[in-house]
């Protein structure tokens, strides 16, 4: 069997095809696979795309911009605590469904404190989105961040999800916050299942989308075993 490693960033992964037939020529190979690759990075692009498309319209609706600057005023009286007493559901119901890979929204504020989060566990959230993670997101034009587990609150399952954190900025062009949208990435494993080829999207050592389903946290180096 032999594997060709094909290096190119999608999202900050990476692109793994193995080919199955030993007596492939690899100069032939060699062209028809970077074809193949090039167009599903096409693909997750136009998905990438319609994800960020979706975080723009919520940013710039006037009604999310209101409920977190009335957020943030209460804040300022009752502390960063208030934020768990609200609900910020009503402000987002409209967007509910607006891609099936989107999985929730919620907002933030300046800081990175959620403001009304009801639906995913909370304590999960904060510690991925701590201070030098948050730090890192505001340096980096990227919004988009690695893969971690989110909680939902009522039936306590978890799902694997990267996000996109969208600014929210007031009438003056200030950023007053955050919106946040966190997306299935077993999308991506459905995205996958249109090519002959065995291919695995990475991030760093790990396969986070493949052909068939795997645990998660997966190494490549244990897969090619």
Do not use: H
């Not at 977190?68 to 960063?80: C, L, M, P, V, Y």
């Not at 340096?139 to 609150?153: D, V």
Request: proline fraction near 2%; charged fraction near 25%.
């Amino acid at each position: 069997m032999i594997f060709i490693l094909i290096v190119m960033p999608i999202f900050g992964f990476f692109f793994f095809a193995r080919l199955n037939n030993i007596n492939t020529s690899l100069a032939q190979k060699k062209s028809s696979d970077l074809i193949t690759l090039n167009t599903l990075a096409n693909t997750l692009d136009t998905y990438k795309d319609s994800v960020e498309v979706v975080g723009n319209i919520i940013s710039g609706d006037k009604e999310v911009r209101e409920y977190i600057t009335q957020a943030s005023r209460a804040a300022e009286d009752r502390g960063k605590v208030s934020y768990k007493q609200m609900d910020n559901r009503p402000c987002l119901k409209r967007y509910e469904n607006t891609l099936d890979s989107i999985l929730a929204i919620s907002l933030m504020d300046a800081d990175g404190y959620f403001i009304g989060e009801q639906t995913l566990n909370l304590d999960r959230l904060t510690y991925f989105f701590n201070r030098t993670a948050m730090n890192k997101i505001r340096e980096s034009p990227n919004r988009w961040t690695k893969t971690f587990s989110i909680q939902y609150k009522d039936s306590g399952e978890r799902k694997r999800v990267f996000s996109y954190l969208v600014p929210v900025n007031d009438q003056t062009d200030r950023m007053i916050g955050y919106v946040v949208l966190f997306t299935d990435t077993g999308k991506m494993n459905e995205l996958l299942q249109a090519y002959s080829d065995d291919i695995y999207i990475l991030e760093e050592e790990y396969i986070i989308a493949s052909q068939k389903e795997l645990p998660m946290y997966t190494s490549l180096f244990s897969e090619m075993q």
